[in-house]
């Protein structure tokens, strides 16, 4: 069982930047996949990010690519998303969410993949 706690989350102004991170409080991290999705008000949960559990690998939604980066630090047993250049519509509830295989090479964007997710931490990104 891992139990995931996001934090970093706020109040930031467009064309600035926040660092969030995904810590498990119970368990660890440590080879899982990790991804990040992003949920707005009246839409539905979104990709954003994900890394491979040996963190060689990661992919981007096309909304964010070029700005945001994942990473992840298995001996801290967290994952973290850095957001660049932010802009309004980066205003959302963002999750982080754990694959319960250990697989190195494993990436997925698909929330369906995902086996354990956090309570999410409110982004909004004023103009």
């Known amino acids: 069982q891992v139990h995931l706690v996001e934090s970093g989350g706020g109040l930031a102004q467009a064309g600035g930047s926040l660092t969030l991170s995904c810590t498990a409080s119970e368990g660890t991290l440590s080879r899982l996949p990790m991804g990040w999705f992003r949920q707005a008000p009246g839409k539905e949960r979104e990709f954003v990010a994900a890394?491979?559990?040996?963190?060689?690998?990661?992919g981007f939604a096309e909304s964010v690519k070029g700005r945001f980066a994942i990473s992840r630090d298995d001996a801290k047993n967290t994952v973290y998303l850095q957001m660049n250049s932010l802009k309004p519509e980066d205003t959302a509830v963002y999750y982080c969410a754990a694959d319960h295989v250990p697989i190195p090479w494993a990436l997925t964007s698909r929330s369906e993949d995902y086996d354990y997710w956090g309570q999410g931490t409110q982004v909004t990104v004023s103009s």
């Open positions: 890394v491979s559990g040996s963190g060689g690998r990661t």
